[in-house]
């Protein structure tokens, strides 16, 4: 084992697993609000999140067969893909919960989860059939913005391109416009006395369907974010490359305690540092024994133990009681 490579590789290795957790962080609120609100998991929600990446990219592939991506500051480009693609997957999310959720409010819990499942199972395919009639692909890569790719040498050993920082600056400012929204504006504390109980609130002149339909659209506006961001930083995306990273925000938000909009910021960065760790040191640690293939054992693995010892997760979850 080489003590010294361990050590030359973790500025950069932690760098990467700060990046992921930020990821996961963002798509992870989705799950966050719809659950703070009606104890519910969207599990349509990785398919809100790779609507906004598709959204996203075809705005770019648009602006470059037009010759337009060159000429414009990349920053407005930027912002143009992040305001569409939240867009579509809030309205999107909004019209999921509108037809296949609100019918389905008090049934049975295990119901609107099949729902969210068969929704799932259909924007994938629905996806694939766009991109299969409007451009006859299946992957497609997001255009190279080069001003992106300029990399900065922080340390000897440890460079970061600019994406990578617009990515981390884009997720921090969302992650706190979020906070503030619900722990500082009427909205928000509509939002948290919705959650609180959903017939006081009523009685006391909130439109409850109004403000479920509300955090449906924040949700899936900050996945749609996400999966632009994801997009820019990957490059690749196709109908179903929302499913593994939604899984992992998924696992996060359990573990940084599900319904707890700091908790899914907590829960995708211990995550994503402890993907990152595995996927550079396993190899190292085990002799090549593991390599970094085995990565997405460590998320699951994680959400299991979080199950077992500790269900409401690092920062736990406020209780509600009802008189």
């Known amino acids: 084992m080489d003590l010294q490579l361990l050590v030359t590789i973790f500025p950069q290795v932690l760098l990467d697993g700060i990046l992921l957790g ?21 599990f349509a929600h990785s398919e809100i999140f790779i609507v906004g990446a598709f959204v996203g990219v075809e705005i770019l592939l648009g602006l470059k067969s037009a010759g337009l991506l060159e000429a414009i500051p990349w920053l407005p480009v930027l912002l143009l893909v992040l305001v569409a693609g939240m867009a579509a997957s809030g309205l999107l999310a ?41 451009r006859n692909a299946f992957n497609l890569v997001y255009p190279t913005l080069d001003v992106l790719n300029r990399r900065y040498d922080l340390t000897s050993t440890i460079d970061i391109p600019l994406k990578s920082v617009v990515v981390i600056a884009a997720a921090l400012l969302m992650l706190w416009a979020l906070w503030a929204l619900v722990n500082r504006t009427k909205i928000g504390t509509a939002i948290r006395a919705v959650a609180e109980d959903q017939a006081a609130a009523s009685l006391m002149g909130i439109n409850v369907n109004r403000i479920i339909s509300l955090t449906f659209l924040i949700g899936g506006a900050m996945g749609g974010a996400a999966g632009v961001l994801f ?6 995306v196709n109908p179903y490359t929302g499913f593994i990273p939604g899984l992992k925000a998924f696992t996060a938000a359990v573990l940084g305690g599900i319904g707890n909009i700091p908790g899914a910021m907590v829960g995708g960065l211990v995550l994503g540092l402890l993907e990152a760790f595995a996927a550079s040191y396993l190899s190292l640690l085990t002799g090549g024994a593991f390599g970094a293939e085995y990565k997405d054992i460590f998320a699951f693995s994680v ?19 009802r008189a």
């Open 94 to 134: 909004v019209s999921i919960e509108r037809i296949a959720y609100r019918p389905l409010r008090h049934a049975p819990r295990l119901i609107p989860l099949i729902s969210a499942i068969g929704v799932s199972f259909f924007l994938q395919d629905a996806i694939r059939l766009f991109e299969s009639i409007w």
């Open 22 to 42: 930020f990821m996961y962080a963002l798509i992870a609120l989705g799950y966050t609000m719809v659950y703070g609100v009606l104890e519910f998991i969207n």
């Open 231 to 236: 997009g820019v930083q990957y490059s690749l």
């Open 303 to 321: 959400l299991i133990l979080i199950l077992i010892f500790r269900p409401k997760g690092l920062l736990g979850e406020v209780v509600r009681e």
